[in-house]
């Protein structure tokens, strides 16, 4: 395991969390306004961005959360729910696996379960939102969150089509790994819940 992997996993500084948070929202916000675009509709007005981390990491997150509700809702507008919902996690999707495999470069990720959920928890440390991992006797995982900054600010459609931002990332992580959710908590849920499969050995 990386030194640079274990001291992010140990601690980050509020700085550095906050730069995490505005790239994953620079990326976000883009492709859903690409989307946006291509529908022949127009990106909301509400401003995009965390504010230059004005109000601190609290407030960066809620910032990012309702622009990308926002967005999702003009999307839901322009297509129509069950198409918006396509076409977001398709993008969002892709979005996540390049995040990953950012993030796996930059904190020198190597391969394994143990290295893949400490950068997990590094990411969603920065994005104020907690998990517990269960390993399965079929080799699978299940991640369990039990709270999660974002779900305050996302309608249902939002959480659908952000949360394939976040199974992205995994599948960048750790290559030939995936992850799909199960339940969410913006669906009236007490957790979200999702299934992690492993790259074969």
Same mark, same amino acid.
């Given at each position: 395991? %990386?030194?640079?992997?274990?001291?992010?996993?140990?601690?980050?500084?509020?700085?550095? *969390?906050?730069?995490?948070?505005?790239?994953?929202?620079?990326? @976000? @916000?883009?492709?859903?306004?690409?989307?946006?675009?291509?529908?022949?509709?127009?990106?909301?007005?509400?401003? %995009?961005?965390?504010?230059?981390?004005?109000?601190?990491?609290?407030?960066?997150?809620?910032?990012? !959360?309702?622009?990308?509700?926002?967005?999702?809702?003009?999307?839901?507008? !322009?297509?129509?729910?069950?198409?918006?919902?396509?076409?977001?996690?398709?993008?969002?999707?892709?979005?996540?696996?390049?995040?990953?495999?950012?993030?796996?470069?930059?904190?020198?990720?190597?391969?394994?379960?143990?290295?893949?959920?400490?950068?997990?928890?590094?990411?969603?440390?920065?994005?104020?939102?907690?998990?517990?991992?269960?390993?399965?006797?079929?080799?699978? *995982?299940? *991640?369990?969150?039990?709270?999660?900054?974002?779900?305050?600010?996302?309608?249902?459609?939002?959480?659908?089509?952000? %949360?394939?931002?976040?199974?992205?990332?995994?599948?960048?992580?750790?290559?030939?790994?995936?992850?799909?959710?199960?339940?969410?908590? @913006?669906?009236?849920?007490?957790?979200?819940?999702?299934?992690?499969?492993? !790259?074969?050995?």
């Amino acid at each position: 395991m %990386s030194l640079r992997l274990r001291a992010a996993a140990l601690w980050m500084p509020e700085r550095s *969390m906050l730069r995490m948070v505005e790239r994953v929202d620079g990326a @976000t @916000t883009a492709a859903l306004d690409d989307l946006i675009r291509g529908c022949g509709a127009r990106p909301p007005l509400l401003a %995009s961005g965390t504010g230059g981390g004005i109000g601190g990491l609290e407030a960066a997150r809620a910032a990012m !959360a309702s622009g990308h509700d926002a967005r999702v809702r003009a999307l839901v507008e !322009a297509v129509g729910r069950d198409r918006a919902v396509e076409l977001g996690r398709q993008a969002l999707h892709q979005v996540g696996v390049a995040l990953g495999t950012e993030a796996r470069e930059g904190l020198s990720v190597g391969d394994g379960p143990r290295e893949l959920e400490m950068a997990a928890r590094v990411l969603y440390g920065a994005l104020g939102i907690h998990f517990e991992l269960e390993r399965r006797d079929d080799g699978t *995982m299940l *991640m369990r969150v039990d709270r999660c900054a974002l779900s305050h600010h996302y309608s249902e459609e939002a959480c659908l089509v952000l %949360s394939a931002a976040d199974e992205g990332v995994v599948a960048g992580l750790s290559p030939g790994s995936s992850m799909l959710f199960d339940q969410r908590m @913006t669906s009236g849920c007490g957790t979200c819940v999702a299934r992690i499969r492993e !790259a074969a050995g």
